[in-house]
C-alpha cells in the first residue's frame, strides 16, 4: 500500500502525533474528541488497510468496559436517572463522562497504533540518535521487536506443533506448561537478541561524540509546508482554548459551546489536522492514478 504521509520528514511525522495526541488527551469537548475518534480510525486504515480492523477487537471491549465502570463508581450529577441496587444514584451526566473517557482512551490507542506504523525506528534513531543516544537506540529497538515478536512466537508456536505440544493441544493444565515453555523460549530469545544488538552497536561506535551518521531524509519546501499547516491548525486549536470557546463541563450538569462561527471553523481546522494523514495518501494516489492513465 502506498503510505505518501510517512514519506515526509520525521520532524513532520513527530509534530503531527504530538499535536493529535496533545489534543485529544486534553480536552474532553465531545467534538473534538468525536472528530479524534473518526480521523484516527480513518488514519488507520489508510496504513494498514483491512490489518488495521484487528485491533478493533481489543480496543472495543475496553471502550464498553471504560464507559461502563465510571458511572458504577462515579455518582456525580444532578440528573438521576434510578438508583443502584447499593442505594447510590444513576446519573446522566456519569454516563456521558464515561463515554467521554472511552472515546479519549480509544482515539489515544488508535492514534499510538498510527504512530508504530509511521515512526520506524530508523527514524527514532535520526531524530534523537545525536541528543539521547540510549533511549533512541531502546526505542528503536522495542519498535523493531515488536513485529520481530511476532514472528519469532509464530515459528515457535509452530515448531511446537509439530513435536506434538501446541498451546491448543491436551488438558488446561497442559495446553498452560506448553504456553509458558513457549513464552520462556521467546523471552531467552528477545533477551539474546537484544545483548547482540547493543554489543553491535557499541562496536560500531554508536553514542560516541562527533559520530557521524548516514541519513535518508532531507527537510524539503514540501515538508516545511505541511509543518506549516500543522503548526496553524494546532495553535489555532490551542488559541481557541485558552478564549474559552470550548469550554465544556459534565459536573454537576452538562454544559458547554457546541454551536458557533469560531466554534465550527476551529472544528473545521481540527478535523484537516486529524484527517491530514488520509487527504495526503488520497492525493497521492490520485496522483500515480493520473500519471498511470498519461502513459
Not at 444532578?78 to 441496587?85: E, Q, V
Not at 509439530?162 to 506448561?177: D, F, K, P, Q, Y
Request: proline fraction near 4%.
Amino acid at each position: 500500500m502506498n503510505r505518501a504521509f510517512s514519506g515526509f520528514h520525521p520532524w513532520v511525522s513527530v509534530c503531527f502525533f504530538a499535536a493529535v495526541l496533545g489534543v485529544t488527551m486534553t480536552l474532553t469537548h465531545p467534538v473534538f474528541l468525536a472528530l479524534s475518534v473518526c480521523g484516527a480510525a480513518a488514519c488507520l486504515w489508510t496504513l494498514r488497510g483491512r490489518k488495521g480492523m484487528a485491533a478493533w477487537k481489543f480496543i472495543t471491549p475496553l471502550l464498553l468496559l471504560t464507559a461502563a465502570l465510571n458511572p458504577v463508581f462515579n455518582h456525580e450529577g444532578a440528573t438521576i436517572l434510578r438508583y443502584l441496587p447499593d442505594g447510590n444514584p444513576l446519573t446522566a451526566e456519569s454516563i456521558l463522562y464515561g463515554v467521554a473517557a472511552a472515546g479519549m482512551l480509544t482515539a489515544s490507542l488508535l492514534w499510538f497504533l498510527c504512530l508504530s506504523e509511521v515512526m520506524t525506528s530508523d527514524k527514532v534513531v535520526y531524530l534523537f540518535g545525536r541528543v539521547i543516544p540510549a533511549l533512541s537506540l531502546l526505542l528503536s529497538m522495542t519498535l523493531r521487536f515488536i513485529p520481530r515478536l511476532k514472528n519469532q512466537a509464530r515459528v515457535i508456536s509452530n515448531a511446537q506443533v509439530c513435536i506434538g505440544r501446541g498451546t491448543s493441544e491436551g488438558n488446561l493444565l497442559t495446553r498452560a506448561r506448553h504456553t509458558l515453555t513457549l513464552f520462556g523460549m521467546l523471552l531467552t530469545w528477545a533477551f539474546e537478541s537484544a545483548i547482540s544488538t547493543a554489543d553491535s552497536m557499541k562496536s560500531r561506535g554508536y553514542g560516541l561524540p562527533g559520530r557521524s551518521a548516514f541519513s535518508l531524509w532531507r527537510f524539503d519546501r514540501r515538508d516545511a509546508v505541511m509543518l506549516s499547516f500543522i503548526a496553524l491548525c494546532t495553535g489555532a486549536v490551542i488559541l481557541g482554548c485558552a478564549s474559552g470557546q470550548f469550554a465544556w463541563r459534565y459536573y454537576p450538569l452538562v454544559s458547554g459551546t457546541l454551536t458557533g462561527i469560531v466554534p465550527v471553523l476551529l472544528y473545521i481546522l481540527y478535523a484537516a489536522l486529524c484527517f491530514l494523514p488520509v487527504g495526503v495518501e488520497l492525493w497521492e494516489a490520485r496522483k500515480w492514478r493520473a500519471l498511470r492513465s498519461a502513459i
